[in-house]
T-cell receptor, first 108, second 118 residues
Framework: QKEVEQNSGPLSVPEGAIASLNCTYS??????FFWYRQYSGKSPELIMF????GDKEDGRFTAQLNKASQYVSLLIRDSQPSDSATYLC????????FGAGTRLTVKP | GAVVSQHPSWVICKSGTSVKIECRSL??????MFWYRQFPKQSLMLMAT?????????EQGVEKDKFLINHASLTLSTLTVTSAHPEDSSFYIC??????????????FGPGTRLTVL
């Protein structure tokens, strides 16, 4: 079982829709959870982090964490074509482990 | 925000040569830096954890004699790919953890180095 699992996609949504990205992890001792966005050929950039159960909102982005289910998600409201990228879920215990990423395409 | 730089941003070298990649934290100190490798359309794979003043910790399957890591100061870590071969061609990304961040342990990523071995 992979430590951090994501649906590789591609996930395609129309402009203005809500994009939902999901991630599960295996290490129950994980303490912090991160969502990164990576454009092709570029380094990952941090979107949000969350460490408590529940929702955390930042602009159009909402991260949701459920430690009992070992599940973390990212919702992108009012999706824009510029949101088209690969989204990486990362989970930290002692070090940071990444999922394989979900490729999101937002169609105009 | 915290800034991490990498140099060079891209490099092309001949098979058998060695290549050094630098990773610097510009506005914070980092006792720990991480080196990742990413092949096309794949996720980041942690290669090693670099600790200032001590030996790096390598992930299983990563040859420590081939990928030499030196973390001589709180702002600089280097990765040297020795005797590079075409299969070492990849996108190498470093990240650093702020020594002052005791809560979220966020990692800040450098822009990456694209290595092409001919």
């Amino acid at each position: 079982q992979k430590e951090v699992e994501q649906n590789s996609g591609p996930l395609s949504v129309p402009e203005g829709a809500i994009a939902s990205l999901n991630c599960t992890y295996s290490d129950r001792g994980s303490q912090s959870f991160f969502w990164y966005r990576q454009y092709s050929g570029k380094s990952p950039e941090l979107i949000m982090f969350i460490y408590s159960n529940g929702d955390k909102e930042d602009g159009r982005f909402t991260a949701q964490l459920n430690k009992a289910s070992q599940y973390v998600s990212l919702l992108i409201r009012d999706s824009q074509p510029s949101d088209s990228a690969t989204y990486l879920c990362a989970v930290r215990n002692n070090d940071m482990r990444f999922g394989a990423g979900t490729r999101l395409t937002v169609k105009p | 925000g915290a800034v991490v730089s990498q140099h060079p941003s891209w490099v092309i070298c001949k098979s058998g040569t060695s290549v050094k990649i630098e990773c610097r934290s510009l506005d914070f100190q980092a006792t720990t830096m991480f080196w990742y490798r990413q092949f096309p359309k794949q996720s980041l794979m942690l290669m090693a954890t670099s600790n200032e003043g001590s030996k790096a910790t390598y992930e299983q399957g990563v040859e420590k004699d081939k990928f030499l890591i030196n973390h001589a100061s709180l702002t600089l870590s280097t990765l040297t790919v020795t005797s590079a071969h075409p299969e070492d061609s990849s996108f190498y990304i470093c990240s650093a953890r702020d020594i002052g961040d005791l809560t979220y342990n966020e990692q800040f990523f450098g822009p990456g180095t694209r290595l092409t071995v001919l």
